[in-house]
T-cell receptor, first 114, second 112 residues
């Protein structure tokens, strides 16, 4: 089955700096890659996603890049703010959405230092 | 719309007891899934369903049963609870052909 590795497990950055979280996946048939943000005690919330026919996608301060050949994708957050502090999860799926479920990475705890 | 709802919010069981975690959605979503979240482990897929009457196993299905008799509901049954099933359980749903999964608020289960 699919295996998703996520690094780093903890990332501390100064407010205003950029943060990058990286994930690799093992199954070349995967073609949907979402990123979720989870605050303490809350449910995961989708923040951005990308399909394998696209190399990069942006939404204001966040962006995701995908390298299909290398089987890795990354989350980029620019101009970080205190409210960006949370745990971020990457995931992968062959068919997208709930059609076959998501395989998640183990998460990155992002800490924004004031 | 209430979205995805889960009951109960918290539950404590003794080893060997059975119970059902409830999940319901009012968005007419065809796809529904169950995940468990353990510290440092991310979320792991237990079972999923692409429509009423259709279910399939995910990564960690042992010890859990599901059925999908209606589009709205997707209950998760623990037949004989074990301490290893102590976890936070999330239900998620999405439209047919759409990518975005909507998660419920979760159920925190402790098995003693």
């Amino acid at each position: 089955g699919e295996n998703v590795e996520q690094h780093p497990s903890t990332l501390s950055v100064q407010e205003g700096d950029s943060a990058v979280i990286k994930c690799t996946y093992s199954d070349s048939a995967s073609n949907y890659f979402p990123w979720y943000k989870q605050e303490l005690g809350k449910r995961p919330q989708l923040i951005i996603d990308i399909r394998s026919n696209v190399g990069e996608k942006k939404d204001q301060r966040i962006a995701v890049t995908l390298n299909k050949t290398a089987k890795h994708f990354s989350l980029h957050i620019t101009e970080t703010q205190p409210e960006d502090s949370a745990v971020y999860f990457c995931a992968a799926s062959k068919r997208g959405g709930g059609a076959d479920g998501l395989t998640f990475g183990k998460g990155t705890h992002l800490i924004i230092q004031p | 719309n209430a979205g995805v709802t889960q009951t109960p919010k918290f539950q404590v069981l003794k080893t060997g007891q059975s119970m059902t975690l409830q999940c319901a959605q009012d968005m007419n979503h065809e796809y529904m899934s169950w995940y468990r979240q353990d510290p440092g482990m991310g979320l792991r897929l237990i079972h999923y369903s692409v429509g009423a009457g259709i279910t399939d196993q995910g990564e960690v299905p042992n010890g859990y049963n599901v059925s999908r008799s209606t589009t709205e509901d997707f209950p998760l049954r623990l037949l004989s609870a074990a301490p290893s099933q102590t976890s936070v359980y999330f239900c998620a749903s999405s439209y047919l052909g759409a990518d975005t999964q909507y998660f419920g608020p979760g159920t925190r289960l402790t098995v003693l």
